[in-house]
T-cell receptor
Framework: DADVTQTPRNRITKTGKRIMLECSQT?????MYWYRQDPGLGLRLIYY???????NKGEISDGYSVSRQAQAKFSLSLESAIPNQTALYFC??????????????FGPGTRLTVL | DQQVKQNSPSLSVQEGRISILNCDYT??????FLWYKKYPAEGPTFLIS?????DKNEDGRFTVFLNKSAKHLSLHIVPSQPGDSAVYFC??????????FGAGTRLTVKP
């Protein structure tokens, strides 16, 4: 079973609709992240959470909101989707551990198309 | 403003030869550098990392070199194998803070 799962894997929606992307993890990690990938731009951080009561804006948070429902669940919402939010969205987790910085583990991605 | 740049969108090498992927950064506050590998329809997976206090880290066929004065790092894959064909992302982060990714380099290793 995958350690980081994302639902849905693909979604087509219309401008103005509210969309929620969900992420679940079984790795037991405290830290969770949402990224979007666009061609030529790599991955850009939208929001991140270091524990259930912690939410932080990333590089491109405008137009998005998140909810950390539990240690294992982190959802991303687009309140009113617009076409330039068409992208591949990734959820990731990490464990603070003993090192100063630890690698992140990514889900398989959600391809979102806003028409 | 991209703080992490991978200026080569693609690279093609022959099986058995060396692959060198390059990455430049602008933020001198970055403390940690990572390389991720991504296959189609999958999420990125961690490959190798290096702390800013080191200039080289090696893991099997993969070696990452860091030149802090030039704000440049590179990933060497020796010998390259067809299964290494993927998109490689360079990432950098200040201590305990969010990562910034480059745009990625698509590596093709030809048999």
């Amino acid at each position: 079973d995958a350690d980081v799962t994302q639902t849905p894997r693909n979604r087509i929606t219309k401008t103005g609709k509210r969309i929620m992307l969900e992420c679940s993890q079984t790795k037991g990690h405290d830290r969770m992240y949402w990224y979007r990938q666009d061609p030529g731009l790599g991955l850009r951080l939208i929001y991140y959470s270091f524990d259930v009561k912690d939410i932080n804006k990333g590089e491109i948070s405008d137009g998005y909101s998140v909810s950390r429902q539990a240690q294992a669940k982190f959802s991303l919402s687009l309140e009113s989707a617009i076409p330039n939010q068409t992208a591949l969205y990734f959820c990731a987790t990490s464990d603070p551990g003993p090192r100063a910085y630890n690698e992140q583990f990514f889900g398989p991605g959600t391809r979102l198309t806003v028409l | 403003d991209q703080q992490v740049k991978q200026n080569s969108p693609s690279l093609s090498v022959q099986e058995g030869r060396i692959s060198i992927l390059n990455c430049d950064y602008t933020n001198s506050m970055f403390d940690y550098f990572l390389w991720y590998k991504k296959y189609p329809a999958e999420g990125p997976t961690f490959l190798i990392s290096i702390s800013s206090i080191k200039d080289k880290n090696e893991d099997g066929r993969f070696t990452v070199f860091l030149n802090k004065s030039a704000k440049h790092l590179s990933l060497h894959i020796v010998p390259s194998q067809p299964g290494d064909s993927a998109v490689y992302f360079c990432a950098a982060a200040p201590l305990n803070n969010d990562m910034r990714f480059g745009a990625g380099t698509r590596l093709t290793v030809k048999p």
